[in-house]
């Protein structure tokens, strides 16, 4: 079965460079989700969105900008890089039911960003 | 005080032990509760998915939720050495987007 995709997996910026994460979800998933794993941490979510839209916003700097396209891939920016943004950010994709406003979340591989 | 507490461990168990995962949370408003297995470097995978307050059972897993203690449960049975990972638990609301996770427990599974 097809799974979510993330690109790149692997990532080394300098501070204050940008970056750009690509998120592809699950075919025929409408909701894409962003979150951050520091080293030894849990998933802290960042953002999702559902048809297009942003649905609910978590602990996302205003450095980080995000969007999901009319495809449904969605893509994380960075901007102004910093030391303490060095993490695994996760994509997860999920489709939206009907009778329940859970969806169950599958996470992709995960892109590994190193700030020097 | 986090939302969502659960021991770090790291747990260590004889193979074909029986393991016993635990989390208590403190939002009444988490109706929708989940167990995740991660390898190093990977991405979670979702093990078990509870709506309700019982028990849930999937071969060797089984998940338990008691929503009047705000405590949930994994157990593995027969535990076996590819067990070995990190588990956490995550659980959200009604009508919310974002997961709440512990901070996953290590286990390891020795033969």
């Known amino acids: 079965a097809a799974g979510v995709i993330q690109s790149p997996r692997h990532l080394i910026k300098e501070k204050r460079e940008t970056a750009t994460l690509k998120c592809y979800p699950i075919?025929?998933?409408?909701?894409v989700y962003w979150y951050q794993q520091g080293p030894g941490q849990d998933p802290q979510f960042l953002i999702s969105f559902y048809e297009k839209m942003q649905s609910d916003k978590g602990s996302i700097p205003d450095r980080f900008s995000a969007q999901q396209f009319s495809d449904y891939h969605s893509e994380l920016n960075m901007s102004s890089l910093e030391l303490g943004d060095s993490a695994l950010y996760f994509c997860?994709?999920?489709?939206?039911?009907?009778?329940?406003?859970?969806?169950?979340?599958?996470f992709g591989p995960g892109t590994r960003l190193l700030v020097l | 005080q986090k939302e969502v507490e659960q021991d770090p461990g790291p747990l260590s168990v004889p193979e074909g032990a029986i393991v016993s995962l635990n989390c208590t949370y403190s939002?009444?408003?988490?109706?929708?509760f989940m167990w995740y297995r991660q390898y190093s470097r990977k991405g979670p995978e979702l093990l078990m998915y509870t709506y309700s307050s019982g028990n849930k059972e999937d071969g060797r897993f089984t998940a338990q939720v008691d929503k009047s203690s705000k405590y949930i449960s994994l157990f593995i049975r027969d535990s076996q050495p590819s067990d070995s990972a990190t588990y956490l638990c995550?659980?959200?609301?009604?009508?919310?987007?974002?997961?709440?996770f512990g901070k996953g427990t290590k286990l390891s599974v020795i033969p």
């Open positions: 995550a659980m959200t609301g009604a009508g919310s987007y974002q997961l709440t």
């Open positions: 075919p025929r998933h409408d909701t």
């Open positions: 939002n009444s408003a988490f109706q929708y």
């Open positions: 997860a994709s999920s489709l939206a039911t009907t009778n329940t406003y859970q969806e169950t979340q599958y």
